[in-house]
């Protein structure tokens, strides 16, 4: 089996596969007609070249990522690669906050006991994902625990897929390594010898440095792995600690800086903070974009930052070739950095009278409704006026991400649009993304001038099966591809709602399908005039 997505309408495979369903592909599982096919060739090998040690190796990925579910023993000549590629990357097997690893970790102990112990792990690092050169995306917090798991299911070893972008991995591997020769090696003893050999002087701001953005994955409850995950882990108040770290050890270096002749480890220090200065920049710069892109909607200002963030990743590129991998592999397309500060850029001209101009930014905060058994349209939820009496009350109660998984869905909240649900802590009790049916309800102002001419709502970024309802009405409907990557990664949706707005209060709402992973709003809507 290639990297690919199988169907089969044989009758032998129709039987074996029980009508069954992998909920994180969204396919027909077809493990148990995969493996009895498997089982029969190597029958047929064996009895041709009864002498041979050959091996035969597959692939556990999409169809076939689910164990087999019949008393299936693999033959001897497979071997088997899980590769959990749709399953949270954040997270260690034995955290609360993600049921999708702990479902991984038992469907683990089963392959191995289906492949008698000849399982591979195709293990993801953060750093081979979709993310940005220069930002930090640890995965210690997740292997150093999983990797006891490996070793007590029995498993044949670990084959690692990483970019090696160093910038991104940092000591991913080196820690990684590590526990695959030995997985009750000391983590942290490991990063306490690391700081000060690595750092000398700045050794102690470093640490606090590090493991300020080790502690924020550990404690995300988001589960995605790719760039909108950014603003749930790269707080303003993260950024701002982490300045205040960088800094501190950038003067404990500086004297190193002033000397006419310097030891060896003397400049390795010095190029080490230069390292972790252009890293900082380029992190800085990036959230600095998404933030006003985002939260603010100035896409004048998105792009001169995401400008400034592409100049800091070419001097952390200029620096090494380890630090950066983009100028190899390339990185074109709106999933990319570069891609992301073009779909900056190009919202621009529909407000600042190009294509387009603004006639107002939407609010920040809207009304939000989780819907799991879709009775919001019998209800009439378009045509009501939201209930926030229950917010009101208990507001301070879920204030913070975890405590909102907890809220009752028969009311309704308030919620960011500068973010996804899930990173807000819109989840269901047992922490995984709120799937079903949701509503955003707000009203808007306006005066009747602003309601004239060929008037827009854009949404710059959202996810998932929509619709949009004015004033009551249905006035629009987006599909979209429940595999959220198999979309147009600008996630953008633009409605024309000519005649549908009037002077004064005008009620905005949108009903969200989701049946996978995220969905919702990550960045503030607007009504423009479009030219």
Same mark, same amino acid.
């Given at each position: ?11 032998? %495979? ?99 006991? #289906? $492949? ?41 070893? #670990? ?113 080490? $903070? ?8 380029? $992190? ?11 939260? %603010? ?235």
């Amino acid at each position: 089996m290639e990297d690919g997505t199988y169907y089969s309408e044989s009758p032998i %495979d129709n039987e074996l596969k029980g009508n069954l369903y992998d909920k994180y592909f969204l396919v027909p599982s077809l493990t148990d007609p995969f493996m009895v096919f498997y089982n029969k060739l190597c029958r047929e090998l064996a009895e041709s070249h009864p002498d041979s040690d050959a091996k035969l190796g597959f692939l556990a990925y999409v169809n076939p990522t689910l164990p087999p579910q019949r008393e299936i023993t693999a033959e001897p000549q497979l071997v088997c690669y899980v590769a959990p590629i749709d399953i949270d990357p954040i997270h260690s097997m034995d955290d609360e906050k993600s049921p999708p690893r702990q479902e991984y970790r038992e469907a683990v102990y089963r392959w191995s006991k #289906v $492949m008698q112990g000849r399982v591979v792990i195709y293990d993801y690092d953060q750093g081979m994902l979709v993310w940005r050169s220069g930002m930090p995306n640890p995965s210690i917090q997740s292997f150093r625990h999983d990797v006891k798991h490996y070793r007590d299911a029995g498993i044949l070893g #670990v084959s690692t897929e990483s970019r090696n972008a160093i910038g991104i991995t940092f000591l991913n591997l080196h820690v990684r390594g590590q526990l695959m020769w030995n997985p009750d090696v000391d983590v942290d003893q490991l990063l306490a010898e690391f700081y000060p050999k690595f750092y000398g002087p700045a050794a102690e701001p470093m640490r606090r440095y590090w493991s300020a953005i080790y502690q924020a994955w550990e404690d995300t409850v988001a589960t995605e792995h790719e760039y909108f995950v950014a603003p749930a882990i790269y707080t303003r108040e993260l950024l701002a600690q982490l300045q205040a770290d960088l800094e501190a050890a950038e003067k404990l270096v500086a004297p190193l800086a002033a000397k006419a002749q310097r030891t060896r480890a003397e400049q390795q220090y010095l190029d080490r $903070m230069t390292f972790a200065r252009a890293s900082f920049d380029t $992190m800085h710069n990036y959230m600095q974009m998404v933030f006003a892109a985002a939260t %603010d909607a100035d896409y004048a200002k998105a792009a001169q930052f995401g400008q400034a963030g592409l100049a800091a990743r070419e001097t952390l590129a200029d620096l090494n070739g380890t630090f950066t991998t983009y100028r190899r592999y390339g990185d074109s397309g709106y999933a990319w950095f570069p891609g992301e500060v073009k779909q900056y850029e190009e919202l621009l001209p529909f407000i600042n009278g190009q294509q387009g101009e603004l006639i107002t930014r939407l609010p920040l905060e809207w009304a939000f409704r989780r819907d799991p058994n879709d009775t919001g349209l019998p209800r009439g939820f378009p045509r009501k006026d939201v209930d926030l009496t229950y917010w009101h009350a208990n507001k301070d109660a879920y204030a913070t991400p975890v405590a909102r998984k907890d809220y009752p869905t028969t009311e309704w909240e308030m919620i960011r649009t500068d973010i996804y649900p899930q990173a807000q802590g819109v989840l269901h009790p047992d922490f995984q993304s709120f799937t079903g049916y949701s509503w955003y309800k707000t009203t808007v102002d306006l005066d009747a001038a602003q309601t004239r001419g060929n008037v827009h709502v854009r949404f710059p970024g959202l996810f998932a099966e929509c619709w949009l309802y004015v004033n009551g009405d249905l006035v629009a409907h987006r599909t979209q591809n429940h595999m959220w990557w198999r979309n147009d990664y600008r996630f953008e949706w633009d409605v024309d709602v000519s005649g549908r707005l009037k002077a004064g209060e005008n009620d905005i709402t949108l009903r969200v399908y989701n049946t996978h992973h995220m969905s919702g709003m990550f960045r503030r809507p607007f009504v423009y005039r479009a030219k």
